[in-house]
């Protein structure tokens, strides 16, 4: 079956830097928009960024400038670079990938299980 695999979460000062990645695996088909999004504690998960299979992007207004998502399309990988990371960037980012079955037109959406990241102030 489609499993998303998350990693690169941990705990970093305000300023800092990490990178998230995640890698799809247990499918042939195409995967058309792959993305990020994030989750506090209490809070509704929420739009990070998101990346097409030709590469427009899209951004949360609180990450632009600071958040650049990527992908590599032959590896089924989607990565998330963080800079100058802020405390309010602290939550359980999730990646999240649209694959699309051509031989019944049929889009199906997965998540993966969610990393932690914690900026500290």
């Known amino acids: 079956q489609v499993q998303l695999v998350e990693s690169g979460g941990g705990l970093v000062q305000a300023g800092g830097s990490l990178r998230l990645s995640c890698a799809v695996s247990?499918?042939?088909?195409?995967?058309?928009?792959m993305g990020w999004y994030r989750q506090a504690l209490g809070k509704q998960r929420d739009l990070v960024a998101t990346?097409?299979?030709?590469?427009?992007?899209n951004y949360a207004e609180s990450v632009k400038g600071r958040f650049t998502i990527s992908r590599d399309n032959a590896k089924k990988t989607v990565y998330l670079q963080m800079n100058s990371l802020k405390p309010e960037d602290t939550g359980v980012y999730y990646c999240?990938?649209?694959?699309?079955?051509?031989?019944?037109?049929?889009?199906?959406?997965?998540w993966g299980q969610g990393t932690q990241v914690t900026v500290s102030s």
């Open positions: 999240n990938a649209d694959v699309y079955d051509y031989l019944i037109a049929t889009s199906y959406n997965y």
């Open positions: 990346i097409t299979s030709g590469g427009t992007t």
């Open positions: 247990g499918t042939t088909f195409s995967i058309n928009v």
